[in-house]
């Protein structure tokens, strides 16, 4: 069965790799971050705290973009472990500057 993905949902998703860039041009931040980190900074942002309560609520998110094949397309400077498919591992890196 095919993951729907809303026009709000790819548009949210858009915002969020745009923050995930502002993320990484911050001159203290780490070359490699967790989903965990990611969250931390983005919860400022109102967008994301009115869409995702809690840093699981926005792992469920990034989960189901995942699954339809949107994530990597739209966050390619991303991985995800998903050998526990009870706990998926996100890894966010910057962009290379190609």
């Not at 971050?33 to 900074?41: F, H, K, L």
């Amino acid at each position: 069965m095919a993951i729907k993905v809303t026009n709000e949902d790819y548009n949210l998703l858009k915002k969020i790799s745009n923050e995930i860039d502002e993320y990484f041009k911050a001159p203290n931040s780490n070359a490699e971050t967790r989903s965990t980190d990611i969250y931390d900074y983005l919860k400022k942002k109102e967008f994301i705290r009115e869409q995702f309560r809690t840093g699981k609520e926005f792992n469920q998110f990034l989960r189901k973009m995942q699954k339809s094949g949107v994530f990597k397309a739209v966050i390619p400077n991303s991985m995800v472990d998903t050998s526990d498919p009870y706990f998926y591992q996100w890894r966010f890196y910057r962009k290379s500057k190609n």
